[in-house]
């Protein structure tokens, strides 16, 4: 049937006018991410698609000298317009997106969750990126332990069930490693590096009852060193 460009745009309305992503521990997530995607940054420009709130931008445009931000939601749109005067902010979904020019970094953190046909979007992507150029994507992954245990606990029917954070925040589907890595390279994109971060024992609301941000900066570095059971998988790929 395809995607329905106006359904889609208010199911992305709805989601931000009650969005998670900037609080507490998902906060504390994509300032790690943007962490561990900091060793990878290369160029002058750079793509952002689905910035959201916006938790990543103040560091690109830190380093960037050209910043591109992508957001399919209105709302958080013109959030973003008003908070970064020096980003260009693009309101369009992603499959209607269309640069002028490519660039040296495109960053797609937590997004291929969320969208009809990731494997298109990768593709498109791979189209975008200036020569010697790096894509950097994250997903959260099925089989982070925080999952596993649920599974055990009868919380999930299995790891690629839908959590009620999955459903608030429109997921389409939960990744695992196998998946990521068959979706970028079904992309015609090349793995230059794979890896994860955050090992998640809890749920989101269990650790913002007691957990430290110290401890929790300490669990997103351990969570490097077992990526395969982390609550989130990263790839850095290229289209060499």
Known sequence: MGLDRREEQQALDVIASDSWYAEGANAALARYGARVFGRFWRGRSCLELGPAEGQMTPLL???????????????FAEALQERFADAVVVH???????????????????????????????????GWLAPG????????????????????LGLLDDEHAFSEADVHHGHRRVYDPESLRSDVLASGL????????????????QIEESWSDELLTAFMALGERYPDIAAQLYVVATAD
Do not use: C, M
């Open 190 to 205: 090349s793995i230059e590096f794979f890896g994860g971060y955050w090992l998640k024992p809890l749920s989101n609301a």
């Open 92 to 126: 369009s979904l992603f499959e209607d997106f269309a640069p002028d020019e490519p660039f040296d970094t495109i960053l797609i953190g937590n997004v291929l969750e969320h969208v009809d046909e990731p494997r298109e979007l990768l593709a498109a992507a791979r």
């Open 133 to 152: 150029g790096r894509l950097l994507a994250s997903v959260p992954n099925a089989r982070s332990i925080h999952r596993q245990a649920a599974v055990l």
């Open 61 to 75: 445009l830190d380093v960037f000298e050209r910043v591109v931000l992508v957001e399919g939601s209105a709302v």
